[in-house]
């Protein structure tokens, strides 16, 4: 019985079909298969041969290469890292497909990580400006010029002085010496004619053939050790910027390690000037520094001097000093408007972050303040007068009083509607922004309490008795005891992305715990000389300071391009 039959659909096009035997339609696919199978038992080597050849192309089917790219995309966006690097070996198709932008880029954000989204805007968006545009076009006496050669006027040859060695491939004019003939002397007013031709065809080649100046090459980064940008972020072809996702999450992924291992660059701040004998001490502080905050561009610290300083956070150089306080500088924090500072002589200060411009002071503690947070228009301070106080940033009004601790208040925290204090009573309370009303209070600590952090989740207390305490923040509940300090732990930072706790102490050394276990994960034992007094950390460093005046830093980041990152 033939079952292959021929249809005709048209006279232009004809099909083969095998039709299925009428015993196998209710075969199932196994049954199926099975028959196969025992068919080709029957049948000599050299014909299952030939049939496992005719099958390979349908097992092994680049099912990547042959859907459109908006569906293969999908697909392997469900893939994590090492199934793409996996992927990457196979052939030089999937090794494209696997290194598609939009993979690593969401693979980049699935990590937690944050992205410097207005530094990339900015490079995105690069638009010269005419000062620029006219430095990049060639004037008419060094134009780069195609290949070409007129042997009577000029010689066009490869320029290779040190003068053209940035661009081997220009081209630069060098008119030939236009000599009479030895028969016929050459005439004064024939020589100044062809040196009028010559400069007229000179000229008219420099418009016609110069070559178009690269505007969007990415210029070398100012006080930059590492610049990655022309290399991995720059088409050259094109002439084109992007941002190479891939490489910011290599770049990222090898900061992470580094944390996990421990493995940093220590860094004096400000750095040590080189080939002078006498340190410029009108730069640095004349006592202890009580606090700090830095984000990607300065750092600014207050110290027992009565100062604020404000540092270039890149270059590690004094930009300005404030002054303003007639106490020491114990607390601040900063965001993109104002700076907020509070000072032994129990008043807070609002400066301009920009310019350092006084703007106005807030009164209304009885004694030092203690510590200072601020969010949007809203901020909180606390004293040792006992007391967290509300303050409207615009007016410069106090707006609620909070009581209820027993001693001096250390640390306050708030996010959205909650406040949490700590207090040398040994207690943590959590407060109602809106109302003014102590909602919980947190008592577990032997000794009095230095330090606080809250997230929202999260409760983060650091105290005398040398330990640290994770409470749940919602049940009150105390998740973890971190113990490894051997003094008091006098500041602590949380990070929730990271999953990550870094504590300061008396005792001289920084430590990086587990939120998740609260296991100690990093010791780094005298990691300033004296007692650490204030702390903070980002993605790739931890920047803390002490009561000796000393700022030092710890840098992941050592030998990496940051610029994109945050």
């Given at each position: 019985?033939?079952?292959?039959?021929?249809?005709?659909?048209?006279?232009?096009?004809?099909?083969?079909?095998?039709?299925?035997?009428?015993?196998?339609?209710?075969?199932?696919?196994?049954?199926?298969?099975?028959?196969?199978?025992?068919?080709?038992?029957?049948?000599?080597?050299?014909?299952?041969?030939?049939?496992?050849?005719?099958?390979?192309?349908?097992?092994?089917?680049?099912?990547?290469?042959?859907?459109?790219?908006?569906?293969?995309?999908?697909?392997?966006?469900?893939?994590?890292?090492?199934?793409?690097?996996?992927?990457?070996?196979?052939?030089?198709?999937?090794?494209?497909?696997?290194?598609?932008?939009?993979?690593?880029?969401?693979?980049?954000?699935?990590?937690?990580?944050?992205?410097?989204?207005?530094?990339?805007?900015?490079?995105?968006?690069?638009?010269?400006?005419?000062?620029?545009?006219?430095?990049?076009?060639?004037?008419?006496?060094?134009?780069?010029?195609?290949?070409?050669?007129?042997?009577?006027?000029?010689?066009?040859?490869?320029?290779?002085?040190?003068?053209?060695?940035?661009?081997?491939?220009?081209?630069?004019?060098?008119?030939?010496?236009?000599?009479?003939?030895?028969?016929?002397?050459?005439?004064?007013?024939?020589?100044?004619?062809?040196?009028?031709?010559?400069?007229?065809?000179?000229?008219?080649?420099?418009?016609?053939?110069?070559?178009?100046?690269?505007?969007?090459?990415?210029?070398?980064?100012?006080?930059?050790?590492?610049?990655?940008?022309?290399?991995?972020?720059?088409?050259?072809?094109?002439?084109?910027?992007?941002?190479?996702?891939?490489?910011?999450?290599?770049?990222?992924?090898?900061?992470?390690?580094?944390?996990?291992?421990?493995?940093?660059?220590?860094?004096?701040?400000?750095?040590?000037?080189?080939?002078?004998?006498?340190?410029?001490?009108?730069?640095?502080?004349?006592g202890g520094i009580y606090c700090l905050q830095f984000d990607h561009s300065i750092l600014v610290t207050g110290s027992r001097d009565r100062n604020l300083k404000v540092w270039d956070i890149k270059t590690g150089r004094l930009k300005f000093t404030l002054e303003g306080h007639s106490g020491s500088v114990l607390c601040l924090q900063f965001d993109h408007r104002y700076?907020?500072?509070?000072?032994?002589?129990?008043?807070?200060?609002?400066?301009?972050?920009?310019?350092?411009?006084?703007?106005?002071?807030?009164?209304?503690?009885?004694?030092?303040?203690?510590?200072?947070?601020?969010?949007?228009?809203?901020?909180?301070?606390?004293?040792?007068?006992?007391?967290?106080?509300?303050?409207?940033?615009?007016?410069?009004?106090?707006?609620?009083?909070?009581?209820?601790?027993?001693?001096?208040?250390?640390?306050?925290?708030?996010?959205?509607?909650?406040?949490?204090?700590?207090?040398?009573?040994?207690?943590?309370?959590?407060?109602?922004?809106?109302?003014?009303?102590?909602?919980?209070?947190?008592?577990?600590?032997?000794?009095?309490?230095?330090?606080?952090?809250?997230?929202?989740?999260?409760?983060?207390?650091?105290?005398?008795?040398?330990s640290i305490r994770v409470w749940s923040a919602d049940t009150g509940e105390c998740l973890h005891t971190l113990e490894g300090h051997t003094d008091l732990v006098r500041t602590l930072q949380l990070d929730g992305k990271s999953k990550r706790i870094v504590s300061g102490s008396y005792d001289g050394s920084l430590k990086i715990w587990s939120l998740q276990d609260g296991?100690?994960?990093?010791?780094?034992?005298?990691?300033?000389?004296?007692?650490?007094?204030?702390?903070?950390?980002?993605?790739?460093?931890?920047?803390?300071?002490?009561?000796?005046?000393?700022?030092?830093?710890?840098?992941?980041?050592?030998?990496?391009?940051?610029?994109?990152?945050?």
């Amino acid at each position: 019985m033939n079952h292959h039959r021929t249809i005709e659909t048209d006279e232009g096009y004809v099909e083969q079909r095998f039709d299925e035997p009428y015993f196998m339609k209710h075969w199932t696919d196994d049954q199926k298969a099975e028959f196969a199978y025992q068919l080709l038992l029957c049948i000599p080597i050299s014909k299952t041969l030939n049939v496992v050849d005719r099958l390979s192309p349908l097992l092994h089917r680049d099912f990547i290469s042959a859907l459109p790219f908006e569906i293969s995309s999908q697909i392997l966006l469900c893939l994590d890292v090492q199934s793409l690097t996996c992927m990457s070996r196979i052939s030089k198709k999937w090794k494209l497909a696997s290194e598609d932008q939009t993979l690593w880029k969401d693979l980049f954000y699935s990590a937690g990580w944050t992205s410097n989204k207005e530094a990339i805007h900015e490079y995105l968006t690069n638009k010269p400006t005419k000062t620029s545009l006219a430095s990049c076009i060639p004037r008419t006496t060094d134009a780069r010029l195609k290949p070409f050669k007129r042997s009577t006027d000029f010689d066009l040859s490869r320029n290779t002085s040190k003068s053209s060695s940035s661009n081997q491939n220009s081209l630069a004019i060098r008119p030939t010496q236009v000599y009479p003939s030895r028969s016929q002397p050459c005439s004064s007013s024939a020589s100044s004619y062809h040196h009028s031709q010559q400069q007229q065809q000179r000229e008219l080649l420099a418009h016609l053939v110069t070559e178009r100046p690269f505007l969007n090459r990415p210029p070398p980064r100012r006080h930059v050790k590492y610049d990655e940008t022309a290399i991995f972020h720059y088409k050259e072809t094109f002439d084109t910027r992007f941002i190479n996702w891939k490489r910011l999450y290599r770049n990222r992924n090898t900061i992470e390690r580094r944390w996990q291992d421990g493995r940093c660059k220590v860094k004096q701040f400000p750095p040590p000037v080189k080939h002078e004998l006498i340190v410029d001490n009108e730069t640095q502080h004349n006592g202890g520094i009580y606090c700090l905050q830095f984000d990607h561009s300065i750092l600014v610290t207050g110290s027992r001097d009565r100062n604020l300083k404000v540092w270039d956070i890149k270059t590690g150089r004094l930009k300005f000093t404030l002054e303003g306080h007639s106490g020491s500088v114990l607390c601040l924090q900063f965001d993109h408007r104002y700076l907020i500072t509070g000072s032994s002589d129990s008043t807070l200060i609002v400066w301009d972050i920009h310019t350092g411009q006084k703007i106005k002071s807030l009164v209304g503690h009885g004694e030092s303040v203690l510590n200072v947070k601020l969010l949007d228009n809203t901020v909180v301070s606390c004293s040792k007068d006992r007391t967290v106080r509300i303050w409207d940033l615009e007016k410069g009004s106090l707006e609620m009083t909070l009581r209820g601790h027993r001693a001096a208040v250390n640390a306050v925290q708030f996010k959205h509607d909650k406040i949490v204090s700590a207090s040398g009573d040994r207690t943590i309370k959590i407060w109602d922004i809106n109302t003014g009303k102590c909602i919980k209070t947190l008592d577990s600590h032997s000794r009095g309490i230095a330090c606080v952090e809250y997230d929202g989740q999260y409760i983060i207390s650091g105290s005398s008795d040398q330990s640290i305490r994770v409470w749940s923040a919602d049940t009150g509940e105390c998740l973890h005891t971190l113990e490894g300090h051997t003094d008091l732990v006098r500041t602590l930072q949380l990070d929730g992305k990271s999953k990550r706790i870094v504590s300061g102490s008396y005792d001289g050394s920084l430590k990086i715990w587990s939120l998740q276990d609260g296991k100690l994960l990093k010791s780094f034992d005298q990691a300033v000389y004296g007692r650490i007094l204030n702390l903070q950390f980002d993605y790739g460093r931890i920047v803390c300071c002490s009561n000796l005046g000393k700022i030092v830093m710890y840098d992941f980041t050592h030998g990496i391009d940051t610029q994109f990152l945050l």
